[in-house]
């Protein structure tokens, strides 16, 4: 099985163990447990599909240098955080 049919297929139990994992940390921000659900979600569909995308070599290595690219499923997670900003960081 390919890493993003596992992401694919596994999303729901892949959510819940982090879910698990981010009560022991004490970042001091309490986020509603639906929210912090639809970004986790959104990540994992947006790595997905980032492995599934076909790279130019050239944009492979910009990638392996920290440099993703534009894509339209980053520009659109961001638009997501930038939209969401208030909501996420309000207490």
């Not at 990638?63 to 499923?73: A, D, I, L, T, V």
Request: glycine residues 4%; neutral net charge; hydrophobic residues 35%.
């Amino acid at each position: 099985m390919r890493l993003s049919e596992l992401i694919r297929a596994d999303t729901e139990r892949i959510i819940r163990e982090w879910e698990e994992f981010a009560k022991t940390l004490s970042a001091g921000v309490s986020l509603p447990r639906w929210l912090l659900r639809v970004h986790a979600s959104a990540i994992l569909q947006s790595i997905a599909h980032d492995i599934e995308t076909p790279k130019f070599p050239v944009k492979q290595e910009a990638k392996g240098e920290g440099s993703p690219g534009p894509s339209s499923m980053s520009q659109q997670l961001t638009s997501i955080c930038e939209s969401n900003r208030d909501l996420i960081w309000s207490k």
